[in-house]
């Protein structure tokens, strides 16, 4: 497999550490709100990263953070009257409604800052050990002139800083480029003891602490979005290797941004929706397929009609999934024909197709299109006569390359809330005997296109 490793800004082949087993750290959320689909994008990503080592047979361990402690998360607790960590407890609870939501697998571990404070602290002084620290009222900082290498990942970033910032730099300060490792204590914050005060972390050193502590001091992949190369991966470097002088992940990838209009989905632009939002509106599972449909490098622009296309690719997905179901309770078995056997030949060169396209760097756009293409083609070859045989290999191939991309999983048909809400509330009228809003539901209904059919196990509709 091929990886666009941005610490060498080309395509590497991909070789773990330890043949057969892939070792993964990815920069998670702060949690002290709901995440947006920007967010969402690098969680979704990685995932099928993730799921498709696996699936090309390694064992992965994957890691990934919650910061749970941060100004904007005191600042949510101050403005609620609760404590910190009841706003990071509730936002982590959410974070993990949605990536379920999302079909986004639990990560091996998802390790919290404030339960790693011990190791935190323990860089802090194999830091402080090898003189790469000094003290600036009260706080820590990383003396970056002393770390040789510092700027191997984020170069460009950090020749534009240098030339700008300069009058900037704080008193005291040794560089522009020097982080704060651990912060003196404010009234009313949280803190931990440590050997430089009570205080509390800096944001970067939490991923060096806990990718080794759960990963080991080298590790395979590291990822994060865009925004992440500098400084935040680099300050990563700089603890990481500054602390155990051994190279501290070997490939970096990094997802491209979510924009809307051309500029970056945030918080900080008030152009966000969370996923929240969207699930009011589409199924999360149009979402996740919309992630799939750009090169996760490249920058993606959201809009509403980009979903709406979406939604109807996957409902194609979904249709020849149930026509394949459906054909499987009448095909009977018997022999395969001659063209039959040519049929599930063919899925064989479909699957090579999609592996090829997930190869190269993780090319989910064609690995998707391979996946239509697979669809095409049995719903093209598919006679009412056919073998129960080649039924069950076309779904089986179906599933298994959707599976790698986490799709299709849902067992009925439910893309679409809106048309699942309305019909419940009619099903609702019917209880109460509301014939005159029931039958206003079911025109409505049918004025789109839907038809409803009243059936024993409950009620089906279908477009027509
Ligand atoms: P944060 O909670 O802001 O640290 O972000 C969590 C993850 O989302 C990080 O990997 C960010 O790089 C990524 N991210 C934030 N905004 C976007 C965006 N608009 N598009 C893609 N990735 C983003
Ligand atoms: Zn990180």
Known sequence: ???????????????????????????????????????????????????????????????????????????????????EKEVA???????????????????????????HIPEIIDIIKRLEANGLIYMLDGDVYYDTAKFEQYGRLGKQNLEELEAGARVELAEGKRSVNDFVLWKK????????????????????????????????????????????????????????????????ARYWLHNGFLNVNNEKMSKSLNNFFTVRDIAQHFDLEVLRMFMLSAHYRSPI?????????????????????????????????????PEEQELIKRLGEHKNKFIEAMDDDLNTADALAAIYDLVRDVNGSLKPEVSKATVQASLDMLMELSGVLGLLSKKEESLDTEIEALIEERQKARKEKNWALSDKIRDDLKAQGIVLEDTPSGVKWKRV
């Open 1 to 83: 497999m091929k990886l666009y490793n941005t610490m060498t800004r080309k395509k590497e082949d991909f070789k773990p550490l330890s043949p057969g087993e892939v070792k993964m750290y990815s920069c998670g959320p702060t949690v002290y709100n709901y995440f947006h689909i920007g967010n969402a994008r690098p969680f979704i990503i990685f995932d099928i990263l993730r799921r498709y080592f696996e699936y090309r047979g390694n064992k992965v361990t994957f890691v990934q953070n919650f910061t749970d402690v941060d100004d904007k998360i005191i600042k949510r607790a101050k403005a609620e009257n609760i404590s």
């Open 89 to 115: 407890e509730r936002f982590i609870n959410e974070y993990f409604k949605d990536a379920e939501a999302l079909n986004i697998r639990k990560a091996t571990y998802h390790p919290r800052v404030t339960e």
């Open 185 to 248: 204590q404010k009234p009313g914050e949280p803190a931990w003891e440590s050997p430089w005060g009570m205080g509390r972390p800096g944001w970067h050193i939490e991923c060096s602490a806990m990718s080794m502590k759960y990963l080991g001091e080298t590790i395979d992949i590291h990822s994060g979005g865009l925004d992440l190369i500098f400084p935040h991966h680099e300050n990563e470097i700089a603890q990481s290797e500054g602390a155990t002088g051994k190279e501290f």
């Open 301 to 337: 622009n959201f809009s509403d009609d980009l979903l709406e296309q979406t939604k109807n690719g996957l409902e194609r997905l979904y249709n020849a999934k149930n026509n394949m179901l459906y054909l499987l309770e009448s095909a009977v078995e018997k022999e395969v024909s």
